[in-house]
């Protein structure tokens, strides 16, 4: 049962910092049947290229990295505060080595562009690849930042389109 609204991106209500930064998200991409989802905690809303979109960032060492890299879709999923055991799992776990859906007990979805959500999220963007670029630490112009790369797996920026938003 799909109790979503459709809504437009500048409707949102949430404050963006707060729903990212604080209320983490988990980035879902693939297709049904081979997808694979991630908790993030980095990531922006904002406009570009005269369209609403969302900025994801995933490093190539995650699991999600390559569903990203193949699908033209993405969605990224804001959940209620007690689906927080679901997103530290998402986060702490890799798909390489875990039905992440199955542990958590996440009920995916699936939309017509092809996207891939959670019936249990109070917030959804649906998003349409437009750009993906590695971050080159050569354009750090603050030093510390090299102190979240120790390995060196440099984030891929991924702008998207937001196709729809949809809430609660």
């Known amino acids: 049962m799909n109790t979503f609204k459709e809504l437009k991106p500048a409707e949102l209500q949430d404050n963006p910092f707060k729903l990212i930064g604080t209320d983490w998200m988990l980035i879902t ?3 049904e049947g081979a997808f694979n989802t991630m908790t993030a905690s980095w990531g922006g809303l904002g406009v570009l290229w005269e369209q609403d979109v969302a900025f994801a960032f995933v490093r190539p060492t995650r699991h999600t990295f390559g569903f990203m890299e193949q699908a033209p879709v993405f969605t990224l999923s804001f ?17 390489r080595d875990v039905n992440k859906v199955a542990q958590t007990g996440l009920t995916p979805e699936f939309g017509a562009a092809g996207e891939i959500y959670f ?3 109070r ?3 649906v998003c349409r690849k437009l750009h993906a670029q590695d ?3 050569a ?3 603050d030093p510390a930042l090299a102190g979240f790369y120790p390995q060196r797996d440099y984030h891929r920026l991924y ?6 938003a949809l809430a609660r």
């Open 29 to 31: 991409a693939g297709m």
């Open 79 to 95: 959940f209620a505060e007690q689906h927080r055991p679901a997103l530290d799992y998402c986060g702490t776990h890799s798909g």
């Open 119 to 121: 019936a249990e999220a």
């Open 123 to 125: 917030l959804v963007l």
């Open 135 to 137: 971050l080159d630490p």
């Open 139 to 141: 354009g750090f112009r």
């Open 159 to 164: 702008v998207g389109g937001i196709l729809r």
